[in-house]
């Protein structure tokens, strides 16, 4: 495998998203006019045509949509770290986000349960969210 990094230089304006990942939050993007969440990245609300998006933490409680394991790596990040978990979450403020799921075997994760953030921090210094089953 070559040596990438998954986002090489996190664009300016989705430097807010990796800045929570170190902080411990899952920060995303909402409407400053309607509230409506937006991921990926908007400059223009789906729900209301409003351009004043910010970045707000977001509650990082969210539940299965869909999910799949991978057994091969196809990512620098994926090394040691197979078989991995790929993940639809339907996020609590309601948008639905890729990520992996942690701590649990693919078999045992079923869709609709419920998840929560962790941070996973990578061997080259990024810092990731991902999710595992909710605590409680
Ligand atoms: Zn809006």
């Known amino acids: 495998m070559t040596?990438?990094?998954?986002?090489?230089?996190?664009?300016?304006?989705?430097?807010p998203f990796f800045d929570g990942a170190r902080q411990g939050k899952l920060r995303l993007q909402v409407c400053a006019d309607c509230g409506t969440w937006a991921y990926p990245l908007?400059?223009?609300c789906s729900h209301c045509g409003g351009t004043r998006m910010e970045?707000?933490?977001a509650s990082g409680k969210g539940t299965v949509?869909?999910?799949?394991?991978?057994?091969?790596?196809?990512?620098?990040?994926?090394q040691d770290r197979l078989p991995l978990i790929l993940a639809q979450i339907d996020i609590a403020e309601g948008?639905?986000?890729?990520?992996?799921?942690?701590?649990?075997?693919?078999?045992?994760?079923?869709?609709g349960d419920a998840v929560e953030v962790a941070?996973?921090?990578?061997a080259d210094g990024g810092v990731l969210p991902v999710f595992k089953p909710a605590s409680t």
């Open 65 to 78: 949509y869909a999910h799949g394991r991978l057994a091969r790596p196809y990512h620098a990040r994926h």
């Open 3 to 15: 040596e990438q990094n998954w986002i090489p230089e996190p664009s300016p304006a989705v430097q």
């Open 42 to 44: 908007v400059n223009i």
């Open 95 to 111: 948008v639905r986000i890729y990520s992996n799921v942690v701590d649990i075997e693919a078999d045992a994760l079923r869709a």
């Open 55 to 57: 970045w707000r933490d």
């Open 119 to 122: 941070f996973e921090t990578f």
